[in-house]
């Protein structure tokens, strides 16, 4: 056997054990379900300040405006970390039964938060998020970290 095949053969055989091992390495489908989201603790969050900013213009109605914009950002990004846990999921995130169920808002009533106490929230929020981004990759990290960075925004410039 020349040198040439002997190098030939055991690239092949290089090859084969890499793939092999890359198979092996490989998780199923179970291993990925055991595991929640990690987007589904943004996703209540997102909703729960939502819920919060709403409930917040009864008490400070000079806020208003302010507090519906945060409202309706948070209400944004709930559809949009719904719409990524559904995809993810395997499920089709236009169908109108993922919809729903991803879109809903809880339904216990919130004690109207003081403009103070929103501000807090969003601050853990942002934290919470920013942490999130850092053990992410690709489009889920780019994602939860424009929510960081708005939710920044939102405490700097609207609650200001």
Excluded: K, W
């Amino acid at each position: 056997m020349s040198r040439r095949t002997a190098l030939r053969f055991g690239a092949v055989v290089v090859g084969f054990a890499a793939a092999a091992g890359a198979a092996g390495c490989a998780g199923t489908d179970d291993d990925r379900t055991a595991e929640p989201d990690p987007l589904l603790t943004a996703l209540d969050a997102a909703r729960r300040d939502a819920q919060a900013a709403s409930a917040a213009a009864a008490v400070a109605p000079d806020r208003a405006a302010a507090l519906a914009v945060i409202a309706s950002e948070r209400t944004a990004h709930a559809d949009a970390l719904a719409t990524e846990i559904a995809r993810a999921a395997g499920e089709d995130p236009n169908s109108p039964s993922t919809t729903t169920t991803a879109s809903a808002t809880p339904t216990t009533p919130v004690t109207p938060p003081s403009v103070e106490d929103l501000r807090a929230m969003l601050a853990e929020s942002q934290r919470g998020a920013a942490s999130l981004a850092r053990t992410l990759d690709g489009y889920r990290a780019g994602l939860i970290g424009s929510i960081s960075a708005a939710l920044g925004t939102q405490q700097a410039v609207l609650l200001r």
